[in-house]
């Protein structure tokens, strides 16, 4: 007996409908919930060409018996749900019955499948939508299904498909993320010979997170866990006319909700969210709701525009959840949203709170002396300042590093913030204004936002001039972010030839004077510009300096990261690094470039392909020379909170005023 049925008409037109093939990855991501939903403990995926030329998925699930599989491909076929009063709880990951259909109308897709109660399994061919070839075969039990040319018959789309690369690393963090979710089971990834992932099942959700990401991502996570019941709120009810007095719904506990995972110690911070992860019954979900709970949780302790690393896995009836709202099934409704949202925050604030994360924040900042709390804390530089948009409600001075501990923690607007009381160490202070800020243009759309060389005498205009930060972009020690704004006027480099040193402040700026006025300029951001600018003459020139290692240095990548390195280690090697792949999910450093602590080796690295991964565009020799540029320059260049002699400032003023712009 078959288990599929095709959905009655006044059911479907109550799913949320729309495209699901958009991408490579979308197809991957419906194949393997399928995979998921169908019971499988093994799931193997390979893919060529960042599956524009093949995807291919094998898992050891239930199969179709053979009048499911050709059932299976009709639209709103489904075995997932019957009736409307299935779509308020659903259990599974598919309930459309959309997406068979849609990715068999776009590609050429091979099935081969067969359930336990057949002796013979079934292939079917369908080549854009049409069915080609059904045919009895002797096969193992689940399903494999090979997707060949993906809108081979629509060149509009095609057309519009990202680099292979780009579509490579979509699909391997998809693929991550699915198997972070279950480490009881099998998964791999494989791009042509190369393998991606490869996590056979391990016994909880930590040992899957150092499987996939490493002992060194795992030692910067802190691990939560919390339960709250339920209160019974007007649980959906079928209409009245259709409930019988002791209905199943009446009766039924409102159940609890419980949350499980990892959120990362303060002083991880990423550029953008691609390291939130969120899942709700086992669904990868982007929240706006949740995402807003974990700001609160952080909030104070890292500044709004950089992100934690947040692994969070909640659980709650399927009854308290509306997972038909959107098509690609990414967005969720919670009946109860504040208590959703309060329960998540409150749980991760306490697990930060609990860790105590203050001494590790503390001896990080001294040791990496460009985190930016050390930068702002000069507040003899705020005359007449405002503050940068998009700033306003964090200031890093809450965390002055150089203040004692204690004391009754204050939030940033001056109240005082019950929930930071547990952690003695968090020293919260009344936030002062920060210092004058301009921007250094860097050829190729990036930028300085800074306190460089701002003369305040001569140039009110340029006090604060409109910078537009990309809330995405600023990065956690204090480089340059990548700006897309146009520039504003700024002073122009020429008035720096008559600089005259007077002295150093806090060890982060230099003190200087001309006939335009005072110049108070940020050491690290002038060297930065300094170094970026020799870095690329050094790329076209080829002759860009680089040092060996005293020993290779091992970095773990994750299978996104992997995918992007492949395609520009090239010109890392033109930059001066020498790496090559180490093992299945390492690379071996062996070479980099001059200027580079061998300690921030990893952390450039990782920069850069992290902010590599998620570009939407094929990536462009161009911008990835820039970037890495970039790169190279903050973490080779002069920091902030280091003594400098008068020569050694003269010297900088003088190789800034030499920059070509
Ligand atoms: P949905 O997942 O929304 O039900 P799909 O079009 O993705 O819709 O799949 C249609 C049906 O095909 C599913 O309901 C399921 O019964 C069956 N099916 C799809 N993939 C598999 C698989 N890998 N193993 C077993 N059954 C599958
Ligand atoms: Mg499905």
Known sequence: MGKIHVLPERVANQIAAGEVVERPASVVKELLENSLDAGSTRIRINVEAGGKKLIQITDNGCGMVRDDAMLAFERHATSKIKDTDDLLRIATLGFRGEALPSIASVARLHLETRAEEEAAGTVIEINGGKMIRVDEAGLPLGTSITIRDLFFNIPARKKFLRSESTELSHIASLVTHYALAHPEKHFELHSSTNALLVAPPVDGHRERVYQVFGKETLDQL???????????????????????????????????????????????QKLNRNSIYIFVNGRLIRDRLIQHALTEAYRNILPPTVYPVVLLFIEMPSAEVDVNVHPSKTEVRFRQQTVVHDFVRDAVREALMKARPVPQFLSEIKAQPTATPGLTSGVLLSAGAQQAPGRNSYDPNLYDPTQPTGGEPIGANGEKDGRSGGATGFALRAPVIPPVTARLEFDGGIAIEANAAVSLARHPEARAPEIAVPDHAVPDHGCAPPIEAAAQSA??????????????????????????????????????????????????AQKVESQHMLMPLLIELTPAQQAVFSEIATELAHNGFEAEPFGSRSIAVKVAPAGVDAAQVEHMLNEVLEQLTREDQALNLEAVRTRIAASIACHAAIKVNMPLEQNKMEWLLAELSCVTR
């Open 222 to 268: 802190i691990p939560l866990a919390a339960v709250q019941p339920l209160e019974r709120v007007g649980l959906p009810q079928p209409p009245p006319w259709r409930r019988e007095p002791d209905d199943e719904l009446e009766k039924r506990e409102p159940g609890e909700m419980r949350l499980h995972g990892f959120v990362s110690k303060p002083e991880i």
């Open 491 to 540: 002073p122009t480099l020429e008035s720096l030839r008559t600089l005259k040193a007077l002295g150093q402040i806090r060890n982060s700026f230099i003190l200087a004077v001309n006939e335009d006025g005072l110049w108070i300029i940020d050491q690290h951001v002038a060297h930065e510009r300094v170094l970026f600018e020799r870095i690329l003459r050094q790329r076209a």
